[in-house]
């Protein structure tokens, strides 16, 4: 990576919906070698996804989740599939899921489905008061 690659990493960590002709022109390049490069950052993992960050109007919480060992990596397969935010402990707790839910209702359906997973022990729900 070198400093073109970070100067564009800038620009779409300013303003993520600027368009490669736009970073371009702000650049001094042509639009072909901006779309080369964000191409080779993400082949090479140093830009990992490109998302959409809402505004906190729902409910956030994380989901700790127990799980039987044997069946981790269905679970984590069944996870990855439904939430975009999961990360793996090594501890008391297995998972943690981070969701942001439209209301209390959403929040109890969605954790009773993962409570229900093959394999999963329990959980405990943890939710943002702030």
């Known amino acids: 990576m070198d400093e073109r690659d970070r100067a564009i990493l800038a620009r779409l ?5 600027l368009s490669n002709s736009e970073i371009a022109r702000e650049l001094n390049v042509s639009e072909g070698t901006i779309r080369k ?3 080779r950052l993400v082949s090479s993992g140093v830009i990992k996804q490109f998302t959409v ?3 906190s109007s729902g409910i956030d919480a994380i989901v700790l989740i127990r799980m039987d060992v044997k069946r981790a990596q269905d679970i984590i397969k069944l996870l ?3 939430f975009s935010e999961i990360y793996e402990f090594s501890g008391r707790v297995d998972l943690a899921v981070k969701l942001t839910c ?3 209702e959403e929040l109890n359906r969605i954790v ?3 409570r229900v997973i093959d394999g999963v022990k329990g959980t405990d729900t943890l939710i ?3």
């Open 53 to 55: 960050v809402t505004s």
């Open 80 to 82: 990855k599939s439904r």
């Open 37 to 39: 490069r964000i191409s």
């Open 128 to 130: 943002r008061l702030g």
């Open 13 to 17: 960590r300013e303003n993520s919906r």
């Open 102 to 104: 439209g209301s209390v």
């Open 112 to 114: 009773d489905e993962i």
